[in-house]
């Protein structure tokens, strides 16, 4: 391999120069910055990235912890913090993690040791105590209401949304109100999810019923085995708070294949605002999701240059679309 010394005689100029152009460096001549670059084409030359890392103490890599990659729900958060990252010459390293705390616990030892600058993490099963003892290593933006922590987060507020939802659709005269959730019921947001949907029906006046709760719905095949599900109940919901407008797209479409009316039979509210949320009429919440995870590549970025001595939280309100399945 060769190195910048021989470029420097291949290209007849200094190693200072051969250094200036790898560097792009702005004050180099034209002549000076085309002869190096010849001489790097014909020597085959490749710098040793992790080197320079090393002598300049950034990789300009962000990590990026989600469970899964093939949810709508991440992909919407990434899609934010890729625009980020494009703008500002950064870098992301996906790294998913099936909710597996070896998994987690590896990208959190790549922050401390450098190789990565700073981390967003979409959503986590390890402990918040776990997760805080690795700021000190670089900054850290968590998807999620985090306070009195030295982390930052960027979140919306999963009570109010659902304590909105449910009041609707008790005004429009529905009584037996379920819900449908993605993942097991320890993480922080569906935690608010679970309080919001009791406190708020008791409130109304109505009845909470855990076996309306229904856990592990993903996706379009999801939604339409959902359908199966509830016509197997001996008493089933008349209205669903469906956590993800593509389970919610599988189920109106498995429902009215069953010759059930949506909304005459169930009264369905999406999740995320998908397009095909608009495409089947499907009332629904923006949650923002490009947004926060913009918001939180921002908080890691600025904290890394300086612009912001410490940790941040942002709230970002959320965005209720009236449509055609209440």
């Known amino acids: 391999m060769p190195n910048i010394k021989q470029i420097a005689e291949a290209a007849g100029v200094s190693i200072t120069t051969v250094s200036r152009v790898l560097n792009d460096h702005p004050y180099v001549s034209e002549a000076k910055r085309k002869a190096v670059e010849e001489a790097i084409r014909k020597l085959n030359y490749s710098r040793n990235m992790n080197a320079v890392h090393l002598i300049k103490g950034t990789t300009r890599t962000i990590g990026v912890v989600l469970p899964r990659i093939n949810l709508y729900y991440f992909a919407r958060m990434m899609e934010g913090m890729a625009q980020e990252a494009l703008l500002h010459n950064y870098q992301l390293m996906l790294c998913q993690t099936d909710y597996r705390h070896d998994e987690e616990r590896k990208v959190l030892e790549m922050l401390r040791n450098k ?120 008493e089933r919901p008349d209205a669903l708070l469906i956590t993800g407008d593509q389970v919610a797209a599988g189920f109106i479409l498995a429902a009215r294949s069953r010759g059930l009316e949506v909304p005459g039979d169930f009264a369905v509210i999406g999740f995320d605002n998908q397009p095909i949320s608009a495409v089947l009429g499907i009332t629904t919440i923006d949650n923002r999701l490009s947004e926060i995870g913009a918001r939180a590549f921002a908080l890691v970025r600025s904290q890394l240059a300086g612009q912001r001595p410490g940790p941040a939280s942002e709230e970002l309100g959320f965005r209720f679309i009236e449509r055609s399945s209440v």
């Not at 190789?115 to 986590?124: A, K, N, P, T, W």
């Not at 529905?174 to 993480?187: D, L, V």
């Not at 708020?200 to 959902?226: F, H």
């Open 115 to 234: 190789q990565i600058d700073g981390l967003v993490i979409c959503s986590r099963s390890l402990p918040l105590d776990e997760v805080e003892a690795y700021a000190a290593y670089g900054p850290i933006a968590l998807c999620e209401a985090v306070r009195d922590r030295p982390l930052s987060s960027v979140y919306i507020d999963h009570y109010a949304i659902f304590q909105k939802a449910i009041t609707y659709l008790w005004d429009k005269g529905r009584r037996r109100i379920g819900f449908t959730a993605g993942r097991r019921r320890n993480s922080p947001s569906l935690r608010r999810r679970l309080a919001a949907y009791n406190d708020t029906l008791l409130a109304l006046g109505g009845s909470p019923r855990q076996e309306w709760v229904l856990d592990s719905c993903y996706d379009i095949g999801d939604g339409a085995a959902l359908v199966e599900h509830l016509l197997a109940m001996p």
